[in-house]
């Protein structure tokens, strides 16, 4: 029972004089004292009745309130018979420790308090109690071979009243009862879950979402789970996230939560090992691809992997490749790079428009070189494809760069607004089936999309998947459960339909990857059509002479901004986007042409270098880039 029904019955003669804020506590039991320390008495939760004996001065309320609060109980009581008014010092006290503090009437005793409050407690946790042996062996009943998640989370509701759902690292949902979370809000507390998981906090972690609901998350371990260190499945885990605040909650009902983590860990279980098939199949393509095959050897495996990846497809899918790499300071065998990222691909590939474990069957993930290799299958649009047009429900951000997770609230940012309600471009159920950074396929040979690529595409062509929208659906979660030590890189490859050009597939994918690792931030993903003329040079540049160069063509230019506010490096920059053309580069700069003329001309005599030469030009380009 909570505070507020205490101070609601009449009966019981209470009068609230502090801890207005707090009176959501709930009271497990009760004690009366006038002990000047009862600690040794308390186990937390209790309304503590006293007389105020142990008071001989002012001095005395500060430690006894101190030791109180210390125990965890829920509130304190004091009788004022004799003594007329309660001493402000006790109240002060209580303020300060935000411990709620009640008067009781002089014609009320203690006892009819504590048969009260004894009576409402004890009738609750009979109650209780009672069900617990009846829930477990139904939820037991109703585990692997029962019903899956569904039907665990389904009694949870029925018989405690708790909405609850099986969530992913990336915010996607596995189960669920009832309305779906929004795809913000699943964000958002698959981000809380690894914050929390990464600094070791007991769990379940009490989360308050902007939503302003409170959840309690509750993370679902498997038997290979322990011992493990938190960084080998952080990014990659399951969890159970209940609306309700367990901090209130008895031992009982907590460990009946628990248990049905444990429930859903069996199933989380037996979708691992399915995925034994689908990473073999990866490993044997990957390796003739890796080997130099023939493609009438690859595309035999192909034509095998198809129907399982696939099952009822029709016509031999298109395929993208997509390699990721997750880096730990210090973390060695501990959590081996490899495997990590291809727990985390066969979960971020998952269709998150689709509920279900079985979402997540869809993609092929081999390891090797300490890299994880996903190989994806594309359908056509028209029969619930895997890729999803940004925007088609409401979820994720507007197509951008590629790039990497930067400071909170640049565009790329964990904290920016397309990324909160980008978990994993997911919609609500019923919306076009769709993965995370997916978008309508261009042919093989384009560098980018095909045109139009903002809505759903036509039905038969592709859906392939984009960088720029597969870093908006991983960067708000796995930013957190990065944390200050770890670092994911993501290279996408172009769709190709045929065996040959698989082998192109992978080195473009490897190849962006490195060039994803070569950007700063925590999550860096990077596609194929980035992967031309500067773009691909730029990162393999050593940082000893990329600094080196960049130094000593803007330093000086920089040097004079400062001193003179003469904006000579944004001059430089809207002078090279304009070609070199005086004319527009004056209008888009505002000014006149002399002045412009004469802010060039102190750029090249500031540098040395003349800005009508194409290798002058090219020079300050790379270095604009590369700063």
Known sequence: MRLSALLDTDALGLRLLSGEDELDRTVRGVMTTDLRDPSRYLTGGELVLTGLAW???????????????????AALAAGNAGIGTIPQDLVDACARHRLPLFSVDERVA??????????????????????????????????????????????????LDLRAWVLSSTGREIAGAGQPLPAPVRAELAGAQQAASRTGRPAPYRTAAQSGRVYSLFPVRTGTDAGADVRATVLSDWFLAVEADAGEWPAERLELLRGVTLLIGVERERR???????????????????????????????????????PGGGAPPQWQIVVARVDWADAGAEAPPGPVARALLEELLADPAEPGAEAADRVA?????????????????????????????????????????????????????????????????????????????????????????????????????????????????LARGLAEDGRLTIGVSAAVDSPEGLRGALEEARHARRVAAARPGRVCVAGHDELASHVLLLPFVPDDVRRAFTARLLDPLRAYDRRHRAELIPTLEAFLECDGSWTRCASRLH???????YRIGRIEQLTGRDLARLEDKLDFFLALRMS
């Open 55 to 73: 008071r001989h001065g002012p001095a005395d309320s500060e430690p006894f309130v101190r030791l109180l609060s210390t125990a965890g109980v």
């Open 110 to 159: 203690f006892a009819t308090i504590t048969e009260y409050v004894v009576r409402q407690v004890s009738g609750e946790r009979a109650g209780d109690l009672a069900a617990v042996v009846d829930r477990h062996r139904r939820l037991m009943s109703a585990g692997a071979g029962g019903g899956g998640p569904e039907a665990v989370l389904d009694l949870l509701g029925s018989d």
């Open 272 to 310: 691992d090992a399915s995925r034994a098939v689908r990473r073999r199949l990866a490993t044997e393509v990957f390796e003739l691809v890796r080997g130099g095959a023939a493609p009438s050897e690859i595309g035999a495996r192909l034509r095998a992997a198809a129907p399982v990846l696939l």
């Open 365 to 477: 993930v081999a390891v090797a070189e300490d890299r994880a290799m996903a190989l994806v299958p594309l359908e056509p649009a028209g029969r619930g494809a895997l890729g999803s047009p940004a925007g088609a429900d409401g979820s994720a951000g507007s197509p951008g760069s590629p790039g990497s997770a930067g400071p909170a609230g640049a565009p790329n940012s964990p904290n920016s607004p397309a990324s909160a309600g980008a978990a994993g471009a997911a919609g609500s159920r019923g919306s076009a089936k769709r993965a995370p950074g997916h978008a309508p396929a261009a042919p093989a040979s384009a560098a980018s999309p095909a045109s139009g690529d903002s809505g759903n595409p036509p039905d038969g062509e592709p859906v392939a998947l984009r960088a720029d929208l597969l870093l908006a659906a991983v960067r708000g979660p």
């Open 591 to 597: 000014l006149h042409v002399n002045t412009l003329r």
